[in-house]
């Protein structure tokens, strides 16, 4: 008799493991239903809008963002199969300039302009930072919720998430990794939302370099893993198909009203903030190299930010 348990016993058994994780998180699964509410309302209005409009190029740059941020990663997860062992220390100083890379991105190329764009509307410098900074909570609300209710994996607290004993490792690190690049894709999508290329062109180039090095990263921690050489690549490079869809995602979130635009570059910079917070940078300092990794981080910051002043 095959004791293999069935799918619907397993889905069965994951829906009562979420419940449960819900009943133990009650704030945050309250935190994560406001910012999944407020995304479709913005989500919703924008579709109206958009069709009024009778749509626009602001689309197809998304996508072509998009597609960029899938084709960087996959670029740096090929040179993998090129490489043989890279150092942990060489892999922390790229993580690391990668994170300056995005920090420098969240401040000059989503929270500033989202400043911007609520004094234009508001008149009031408080209200316009304060219209942002609600931007800002959301984005944290919804990466939190994310990170607490979606099965994935932390190299220093193990596997996380409702259901995460019925996945294996590998998949659980992809699934991480693609929360991780989920914001990123978001804040490409943003930034395109308001047909501004000052502001679109600098925070699309910066991730697309940055996930050079992260895609490289990622594919070579999946070959230690166990996998394959060519696995690693292919794995690592599907989680850049999470920026495509967090493209959409964010051109959906900030196309419509005009003060979406404001609220979905502060929620793009909180999430990506999350990010580096809570993944990026104790992951560089988990093999004693701070100090390269801090020195890859403010190289990355100075990078990103003559990128955007000669971009912008």
């Known amino acids: ?154 190299e220093n607290e193990g596997p996380c998430g409702p259901g995460c004993e019925r996945i294996g490792r590998v998949w659980l690190f992809f699934l991480a990794i693609a929360l991780h690049n989920l914001p990123e894709g978001v804040a490409i999508g943003v930034s395109f939302a308001d047909n501004d290329l000052q502001v679109g062109i600098p925070l699309t180039a910066a991730i697309l370099f940055q996930n050079i090095p992260e895609g490289l990263a990622v594919a070579l921690a999946l070959r230690a893993a166990m996998l394959s050489p060519v696995m690693a690549a292919v794995m690592a490079s599907g989680t850049g198909l999470m920026e495509l869809l967090g493209a959409f995602l964010g051109i959906g979130i900030a196309g419509g009203l005009p003060l979406a635009y404001p609220v979905g570059l502060g929620l793009a910079a909180g999430a990506m903030l999350f990010v580096v917070s809570h993944e990026v940078i104790p992951e560089t300092h988990r093999n004693g190299h701070q100090t390269p990794a801090t020195l890859g981080l403010m190289t990355g910051f100075a990078a990103m930010l003559l990128l955007d002043t000669l971009l912008g």
Do not use: C, K, Y
Not at 19 to 24: D, G, H, V
Not at 87 to 95: E, H, K, N, P, V
């Open 1 to 154: 008799m095959n004791s293999t348990p069935s799918s619907q016993t397993l889905n069965n058994s994951f829906r009562q493991a979420l419940w449960q994780e819900l009943q133990r998180r009650r704030l945050t699964a309250i935190g994560l239903a406001l910012a999944l509410v407020a995304v479709l309302a913005l989500l919703l209005q924008s579709s109206i809008a958009e069709i009024g409009n009778g749509g626009g190029t602001r689309f197809q740059h998304a996508l072509l963002g998009g597609l960029g941020g899938f084709a960087s990663t996959a670029v740096g997860a090929m040179l993998a199969l090129l490489l043989g062992e890279v150092r942990a220390r060489t892999q922390d100083i790229m993580l690391g300039l990668a994170a300056g890379m995005m920090l420098a991105a969240s401040a000059f190329s989503l929270l500033l302009p989202g400043i911007e764009a609520a004094q234009a509307l508001v008149h009031f410098d408080v209200v316009a930072v304060f219209v942002v900074i609600t931007g800002m909570g959301l984005g944290v609300l919804l990466m939190l919720g994310l990170d607490r209710f979606i099965p994935h994996e932390h």
